[in-house]
């Protein structure tokens, strides 16, 4: 195996197929091309956050084996966004070494310890899990039919003996009509924890409006509740219904009332494609810089490195009619880069 230079080639070149997840902003499936030119730094990636890429690499090879792996990778971008090769090139070599060692017939994903890898939280593992197994159309799991079956009659379980892996299955699914109107006419019935977690499932699925609508109806019959209110906007996050949701969210941050800081987060974390409506960047920025002025720094250089939203937030900084409390935050931005 010579002249490898990306993760790319080296799996194609192994034999293997696989399939690239971005984990930073919500599960996002990365096509193969977008794969490669990340790789080779034609684009910029298209999910940053905290200046890295969360990436979950799955593969396989059906010649060896029918057993999967899944690499998990947290790889640096600079500060256009583009992926930091040397930082690849070192995990690449990682994984080259250890292939090279394996006289032992050990699994290709026992790598040794490295800087490059994470540990994505049980909700987003128990998503993950769901979305693989469903891509790759897998029989359903044991967790399933127990939660399907709390679905059902949830008066006859104890809700702390339904695995969230269980639920996350079932949100999957939510594209078959008979499970759909069985999770819309008994949600109401579901312990206040497993409604939540069954929302939070939502925000790594593309939801389409009569499912977005159930979800705004939560958000205002929850309307005094911020857990609720987070919880609704993460089931929001890849909603279909564009103009519903970005209506709810101009709403949200034209209340005269002061708006939870996690919601702040929430919005700039899970929303920001909806922030490309200029008006709502500007209302966002404004209401940052009023209310969170401690949070305007690390949101700025958050959003920043977004390719969708890179050229508004600089055209932000040069606006002449900018707020006092935004020509205060921008001030602050640059008096902290200097020092």
């Keep these: 195996m010579t002249s490898i230079s990306t993760l790319s080639e080296f799996l194609l070149q192994s034999g293997c197929q696989y399939r690239v997840y971005d984990l930073g902003r919500g599960i996002r499936k990365l096509t193969t091309q977008q794969f490669l030119d990340i790789e080779n730094n034609k684009q910029p990636h298209p999910y940053p956050r905290l200046g890295f890429a ?21 790889l640096p971008l600079d500060e256009q966004g583009m992926l930091v090769c040397a930082a690849r090139n070192h995990f690449l070599g990682i994984v080259l070494e250890a292939l090279g060692r394996q006289m032992d017939n050990k699994s290709p994903d026992e790598l040794p310890e ?18 693989v ?37 079932i949100v999957v699914k939510l594209g078959e009509d008979e499970l759909r109107s069985l999770f819309l006419s008994r949600f109401e019935q579901l312990n206040e924890a497993v409604q939540l977690s069954l929302l939070n499932s939502l925000e790594n699925h593309k939801i389409d409006v009569n499912l977005s609508e159930f979800v705004l109806q939560q958000m205002d019959t929850h309307r005094q509740q911020p857990v609720w209110q987070i919880a609704c906007l993460r089931a929001l996050s890849q909603s279909q219904a564009e103009g519903l949701v ?25 929303h920001w494609q909806r922030l490309m409506h200029k008006d709502l960047l500007r209302t966002f920025m404004d209401r940052l810089a009023m209310q969170t002025p401690s949070l305007f ?43």
Excluded: C
């Design 114 to 131: 490295h800087p490059y890898g994470f540990v994505p939280g049980a909700q987003q593992m128990a998503d993950f899990n769901s979305l």
């Design 246 to 270: 970005t209506a709810r969210l101009a709403a949200l941050l034209s209340a005269p009332t002061e708006i939870d800081t996690n919601l702040m987060i929430i919005i700039s974390g899970r």
């Design 54 to 74: 969360w990436m979950a690499v799955l593969f396989w090879n059906k010649q060896l084996s029918g057993q999967h792996y899944i690499w998990f990778l947290k």
């Design 297 to 339: 720094a690390p949101v700025f250089a958050d959003l920043v490195r977004l390719p969708e939203l890179r050229a508004d937030m600089l055209s932000l900084l040069r606006s002449p009619d900018k707020s006092d409390a935004l020509t205060q935050a921008i001030g602050r931005l640059f008096s902290e880069t200097q020092a």
């Design 133 to 169: 197994r469903h891509a790759l159309k897998l029989p359903e799991t044991e967790y399933q039919k127990v939660a399907l079956a709390y679905l059902k009659k949830p008066e006859y379980f104890n809700w702390q003996d339904i695995p969230l892996q269980g639920l996350a299955d």
